[in-house]
């Protein structure tokens, strides 16, 4: 076997430089903490910190060291008057809303990003930068089997919320394109020029269970008529016939249908809209279809969820998931895509070249210059910890790593239909399961809720679905791999209702 050839050795000594001691110092510590809160209930460390508001603030000195401190002391000060202010994201115990994912390939992905430290706001900057991001999302999309239209257009943003965004600057860049256009109302009876129209005549569309950074959008986009439609009060996915009324009324009234945001996975409880009904709608109206799979996005690398819960995505004009939430890579790592044929529109709605950006290759549109895919100029390279995650892991093992977390939330629900006390609602997708106490109000489950919270053992998080109470079980820990860890969490569960139940029964 030829050996190969490295640029930079991997086998030269390293010096005895204090970097490289410290360094040392440091892994070593970051691997025992990861032991330790991977004991889950166990652990010394609560899940949940339990300091008061302003504790960790005022332990800290008024003003900044005058003399460089040793490294074992800076580390010192961070075990002792920080770590307690922490909660532990990575604990197997932390179920509370989604978990930010975790893994070493993606840490140590992220460890080469920090160390070249190149900021890729154009493709001249680090050509690599760009060229990686272009490539790790031309793979992903293999994966998911997203559209021929996504190829070759897809970006990483910070969050799903910065996606949302520049969804909606691009859909209102669309809108402004089409101003010699008429939208005519059903039944042609009136119709809106849009040459002359401005935001407070735009109109966004999404389910009153989509995240709240639709509206936050609206917000900075001083769009005013964000319309909430009703959620079927079963499934909580959008109700298209609300959806189609609204969207006719608007027109009626002379405003102008912009985009609609489908959710594959509300925060609250995964559920999923349906795309094959909301497509045609938007396609009708040429309203942007942007669809917002934060979460379950995951999920759909494999093809049992891939078919049941992207079914109608080529109706979409952008779609988003973020790897950081289940797909082993840490944060922050947003996935998006923007239809080939609307691409020009975010381009054109976010591109600003002063002197000191130009170069050839831009010039010549050559190349992706990504700050024109985002709302921020500087962008850090965090293509590489995909890249890592998806060689260290491959297909298959992400697949086998999304497939325990439903195994595990499948056995959940088992052990919950077998306590008399619990409801289990509404029905699971994938690895959230929400669930509540029969024939009690919602003020016993927050304080169940808060006891639990309280302990330290595991954290979980409430939403309220038709004015009921229920709490939340995210079960995709990086570190949840065992289901006696989960069994244990729920163990806990049952203990602290009784004794609540017991107390509150004392107390009537």
């Not at 697949?399 to 619990?422: G, V």
Request: hydrophobic share 35%.
């Amino acid at each position: 076997m030829t050996p190969r050839k490295w640029t930079i050795p991997i086998t030269k000594p390293l010096t005895d430089s204090p970097h490289h001691k410290n360094a040392n110092i440091l892994l070593n510590y970051m691997q025992n903490y990861h032991e330790e809160i991977s004991k889950g209930a166990n652990s010394k460390l609560p899940v949940l910190s339990q300091v008061k508001p302003n504790q960790i603030f005022n332990s800290l000195p008024k003003s900044a060291p005058q003399k460089p401190m040793p490294f074992e002391e800076i580390l010192h000060s961070f075990d002792q008057k920080i770590l307690p202010g922490i909660t532990h994201w990575q604990s197997p115990n932390f179920f509370a809303y989604f978990c930010a994912n975790f893994s070493y390939p993606a840490l140590m992905g992220d460890m080469l990003a920090s160390m070249m430290n190149v900021i890729g706001f154009s493709w001249i900057c680090s050509p690599a930068c760009s060229e990686l991001e272009q490539k790790t999302l031309d793979w992903l999309a293999g994966i998911l089997d997203l559209p021929q239209f996504y190829m070759g257009n897809g970006v990483i943003q910070g969050t799903a919320s910065e996606s949302t965004l520049v969804a909606l600057i691009a859909a209102r860049e669309k809108i402004k394109k089409k101003h010699e256009e008429l939208i005519t109302s059903v039944g042609g009876t009136s119709s809106v020029s849009i040459k002359s129209v401005d935001a407070s005549k735009l109109c966004v569309y999404a389910s009153d269970q989509s995240h709240s950074s639709v509206t936050k959008a609206c917000m900075i986009l001083d769009i005013p008529n964000i319309r909430l439609i009703k959620s079927h009060p079963d499934t909580f996915e959008m109700d298209v016939h609300h959806l189609k009324r609204t969207i006719r009324e608007d027109l009626e009234n002379g405003l102008v249908p912009t985009m609609c945001v489908a959710t594959c996975g509300t925060t609250s409880s995964l559920a999923v809209d349906n795309l094959q009904e909301i497509g045609p709608v938007c396609e009708k109206h040429c309203i942007w279809l942007h669809i917002d799979a934060a979460f379950l996005g995951s999920a759909c690398i494999c093809p049992e969820f891939r078919g049941k819960y992207l079914t109608g995505i080529e109706y979409s004009n952008s779609f988003n998931f973020n790897p950081h939430k289940w797909l082993l890579t840490n944060f922050d790592c947003s996935t998006m895509w923007i239809r080939d044929a609307d691409k020009n529109d975010m381009i054109d709605s976010l591109s600003i070249t002063p002197e000191y950006l130009r170069n050839k290759h831009t010039d010549q549109k050559e190349v992706n210059d990504y700050r024109d895919w985002q709302v921020p100029l500087g962008r850090k390279m965090r293509s590489l910890k995909l890249y890592f995650v998806m060689c260290a892991y491959g297909v298959e093992g992400l697949q086998d790593y999304i497939r325990s977390h439903c195994k595990l939330a499948s056995e959940f629900c088992k052990w919950i239909r077998q306590d008399e006390r619990f409801e289990v609602w509404p029905k699971p997708k994938s690895s959230l399961v929400c669930f509540y106490l029969k024939g009690h109000p919602n003020e016993v489950l927050k304080q169940l809720m808060d006891r639990l919270n309280a302990s330290g053992k595991l954290f979980l998080t409430h939403t309220v679905l038709n004015e009921r109470m229920v709490l939340r079980m995210s079960i995709n820990s990086a570190f949840l791999t065992q289901e006696n860890t989960l069994k244990e969490a729920w163990e806990i569960i049952q203990q602290e209702t009784t004794q609540l139940l017991k107390t509150t029964s004392e107390n009537k």
